[in-house]
């Protein structure tokens, strides 16, 4: 018969490799999807690369950040890889937003966002409420290429505004859902694009 203590250190061992097992895989996805993570820069330029085509309502107490109520916007800004307005260009941002709100600081956006990273090509689809201030993650409603069917969220925020230039930074999340990454063109599951 073997000795007790060894039966426990076998245990504690075959319990630690199921333990270190669960754990690797965990770092996909909680839900098994697969995902990619990066971040780019939107190079605005007012007059340039986003043109304000109606201008609406001045409403009461409106900031120096805000826009009329009712205004639209439209836009085609490059997408960098750096701050730097002379970095490597990897897509463009088309879109449009209008003011919704009274205050003029919230904005619909409708957004059509054409990549073309290293190992991945194709356009995602945004469709949100956006603030002028305040950091709001912007929900992708869906893609094209590569990103077909992809679901997630991009998170802008402001870097530097030197009238007319604007940078933002664009935090991209985006999740394919497990029916479509078992098809999907690319081995790995889940990753950060580095050097895109």
């Known amino acids: 018969m073997a000795h007790p203590?060894?039966?426990?250190?076998?245990l504690a061992i075959l319990f630690l490799a199921l333990s270190f097992k669960a754990t690797s895989t965990s770092t996909h996805n909680r839900r098994g999807l697969k995902s990619l993570h990066f971040t780019l820069y939107q190079q605005e330029a007012i007059n340039k690369t986003v043109y304000l085509i109606v201008k609406g309502v001045t409403g009461?107490?409106?900031s120096p950040s805000a826009s009329p109520f009712g205004s639209l916007f439209v836009n085609q800004d490059l997408l960098t890889i750096s701050p730097n307005s002379s970095s490597k260009v990897v897509g463009v941002a088309e879109g449009a937003s209008?003011?919704?709100?009274?205050d003029g600081l919230t904005n619909i956006v409708m957004e059509?966002?054409?990549l073309?990273?290293?190992?991945?090509?194709?356009?995602?689809?945004?469709?949100?409420?956006?603030h002028n201030i305040?950091?709001?993650d912007l929900p992708v409603v869906g893609g094209t290429g590569d990103?077909?069917?992809?679901?997630?969220?991009i998170k802008?925020?402001?870097?530097?505004?030197?009238?007319?230039?604007?940078?933002?930074?664009?935090?991209?999340?985006?999740?394919?859902?497990?029916?479509?990454a078992n098809h999907f063109s690319h081995s790995d599951r889940s990753s950060t694009v580095n050097g895109v």
């Open 5 to 10: 203590a060894l039966h426990h250190y076998v």
């Open 60 to 62: 009461p107490d409106v």
């Open 98 to 102: 209008i003011t919704s709100s009274l």
């Open 112 to 114: 059509k966002i054409t």
């Open 116 to 130: 073309e990273l290293k190992h991945y090509k194709g356009s995602v689809s945004v469709l949100g409420t956006a």
């Open 134 to 136: 305040k950091v709001i």
């Open 147 to 153: 990103f077909m069917f992809v679901q997630g969220y």
């Open 156 to 180: 802008p925020s402001l870097v530097t505004f030197e009238n007319p230039n604007i940078v933002y930074k664009i935090e991209f999340h985006l999740y394919w859902p497990s029916y479509v």
